[in-house]
């Protein structure tokens, strides 16, 4: 049965399973599911790539179950690995069902994930929005509060590396200079008389 159209936004749920041939088998079902699927054009990262990173951690798991010296160390980089692409492709079917938000249930469904649906009253604390200009996004924050100041970053690289960008007076920032079609996530922290404060939940948005 397909999913009624809504006009509230539809969130991608991603519940990952613990056990690493869980894991394995759940993202296999999501490339099967995306394979060949008019809706999914162009899968960031590839589906090859997945396929890939599941290859490596199936091939991984026997010896760490014989506990062979390192063996463990080495499943867990796989399963780091394999985890890092599920949330960039987690991120990929969010914005094209943010693109198109009367399909977005039947779109998150269909690549083989499961839907949440976001409260209309509840507004995100941090988000990230296409920019007026390509290759432009604007984030807007939560206030901290007079006499705070904002740091903001960005990662192009699944969040193994964060590019800091300019520090600003009030709870929003516009991050120029990005690549159009990059899946990039970003994150703020507040700075206020107390002190630096935890760095943000990361947003992934696809630049336009």
């Known amino acids: 049965m397909s999913s009624p159209k809504t006009s509230h936004r539809s969130i991608v749920s991603l519940k990952l399973p613990r056990a690493p041939v869980s894991l394995a088998a759940f993202a296999i079902g999501i490339v099967k599911a995306m394979t ?4 999914f054009p162009a899968p960031v990262p590839t589906l090859a790539a997945v396929t890939a990173a599941i290859g490596d951690l199936t091939a991984a798991e026997p010896a760490a179950q014989s506990r062979i010296k390192g063996a463990v160390t080495t499943r867990n980089e796989k399963i780091t690995v394999l985890v890092a692409l599920l949330l960039q492709l987690k ?4 914005a094209l069902a943010d693109a198109n938000v009367e399909n977005g249930a039947s779109i998150i469904e269909s690549a083989g994930l499961g839907v949440r649906k976001a409260a209309a009253h509840q507004p995100r604390v941090f988000d990230a929005l296409p920019g007026a200009v390509s290759g432009t996004v604007k984030l807007v924050a939560k206030s901290a509060g007079s006499r705070s100041s904002y740091e903001w970053g960005y990662s192009t ?4 590396t964060w590019v800091s960008a300019q520090i600003t007076l009030q709870a929003k920032a516009t991050i120029v200079g990005l690549t159009p079609g990059a899946m990039v996530q970003f994150r703020y922290r507040p700075v206020t008389k107390a002190g630096q404060g935890d760095w943000s939940q990361t947003v992934v948005l696809l630049v336009k």
Do not use: C, R, T
Not at 36 to 39: D, E, I, V
Not at 91 to 94: G, H, I, K, M, T
């Open 91 to 94: 991120a990929y079917v969010q």
């Open 36 to 39: 060949g699927n008019p809706l």
């Open 157 to 160: 690289d699944g969040g193994k």
